[in-house]
């Protein structure tokens, strides 16, 4: 019997993670066969290397190494070498996952060769169509075969949008980062370094929190003066860290505790042991719940509405006022009790079953 070509595309740091779970899934099946391509979007060991390793996914067959440009450069190098790498291992199926550059340039490069693509993180929207993010994900989505959604809410969204009389399955999967935090937890461990006993945990990356030195420096400035009282404890991603000497910020005399990325293990550590969680990455919002602690969202939206009408995601401005009146509010907010609406830790093997279900069936036609 044949088998069954999947080629998973990667690039961005979630997307590891997220990539991680669903090829441990497929590599239960013999019938299948993963060709991992790594864009090299995200090319640090502590981006990329380090997740690979902890979470045992296999080496990229193909990495792209295309990084650090403009917008439209880089997914348009991707786009030119995704095609290439289809071209000689013509798979079945592309696996695509949530709303990277990698992610759109793997959608129009498959889309184009009539491969066919499943969506893994479908129906997500911020609705600000400025966000380069929500740009990637509603193109992909589009022209995608397969959605696989992580909530009720990303599900709507798309019979919002009219997908339902475009030719697509449209699948409540449950979220594969709630499979991964399940997976990992008992491997959480306390990053090698003398960290405060009381802290904070805050990432700050997304473009529109770190492009223009109003916003970044008010958030820092926050930052800042809640450290003297709470510390902050902020892993540095290098787009923050370029952007923070690009605006003159002296590191050094900070009173804001900065460490370098930390892989997955150490961060399910650092969620575990945190009073609260400030963030603009998506992922993160979602594990500080499944870690039961509050988030303080430092964007004007977000993608995880059902966590801000559970109270358990507050909404800022990236003003340092709100940003200190906020963590004043929530730090004295009463443990919440967590509701199952990312599935039950088995979106992985969903996705596989109605990815190769469908092929099958196929094939015998
Ligand atoms: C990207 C994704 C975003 C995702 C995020 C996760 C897009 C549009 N954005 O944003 O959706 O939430 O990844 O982290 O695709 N850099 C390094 N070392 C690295 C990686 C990046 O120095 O290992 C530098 C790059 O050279 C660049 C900057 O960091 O100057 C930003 O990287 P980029 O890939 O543009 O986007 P992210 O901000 O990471």
Not at 184 to 191: D, I, S, T, V, Y
Request: overall charge negative; aromatic content about 10%; charged content about 25%.
């Amino acid at each position: 019997m044949n088998k069954m070509k999947i080629a998973t595309i990667v690039g961005a740091r979630p997307q590891f993670v997220k990539a991680a779970i669903v090829s441990k899934a497929l590599r239960t099946t013999e019938n299948i066969e993963e060709v991992i391509i790594h864009t090299g979007q995200h090319f640090d060991n502590n981006m990329s290397e380090i997740f690979f390793d902890e979470m045992k996914i296999s080496r990229p067959d193909y990495n792209l190494n295309i990084h650090s440009l403009s917008h439209g450069a880089m997914t348009g190098q991707m786009l030119e070498k995704i095609e290439e790498v289809l071209k000689i291992e013509n798979p079945d199926l592309v696996l695509l996952y949530g709303d990277t550059n990698s992610t759109l340039a793997g959608a129009i490069a498959a889309k184009k060769l009539n491969i066919k693509i499943a969506h893994v993180e479908a129906g997500l929207r911020s609705n600000n169509i400025k966000m380069p993010e929500e740009i990637n994900r509603i193109l992909t989505d589009r022209i995608s075969d397969y959605l696989f959604c992580p909530s009720e809410l990303a599900v709507n969204n798309l019979f919002k949008e009219g997908f339902n009389n475009f030719n697509c399955k449209i699948y409540l999967s449950g979220d594969v980062m709630y499979d991964a935090y399940l997976q990992h937890l008992g491997r959480a461990r306390k990053p090698n370094i003398e960290l405060p006993s009381t802290f904070i945990l805050a990432s700050i990356h997304r473009s529109e929190n770190t492009d223009f030195s109003t916003n970044l420096l008010s958030i820092i400035d926050a930052f800042e003066e809640q450290s003297r009282t709470i510390q902050i404890v902020m892993p540095l991603h290098p787009r923050t860290k370029k952007k923070l000497s690009d605006f003159r910020f002296n590191l050094g005399e900070s009173h804001i505790f900065f460490i370098d990325p930390v892989g997955f293990h150490e961060m399910i550590w650092l969620l575990q042991n945190c009073k609260v969680v400030i963030t603009d990455s998506g992922g993160l919002q979602k594990e500080a719940y499944f870690n039961n602690k509050y988030c303080i969202t430092v964007r004007e939206e977000t993608e995880w509405i059902e966590l801000v009408n559970m109270g358990v995601n507050k909404l800022v401005k990236p003003s340092k006022a709100e940003i200190l009146e906020s963590i004043n509010q929530i730090i004295q907010l009463p443990m919440f009790r967590k509701e199952n609406v990312y599935g039950s830790g088995y979106a992985g093997e969903f996705i596989l079953d109605s990815i190769y279900t469908d092929w099958i069936n196929s094939t015998r036609l």
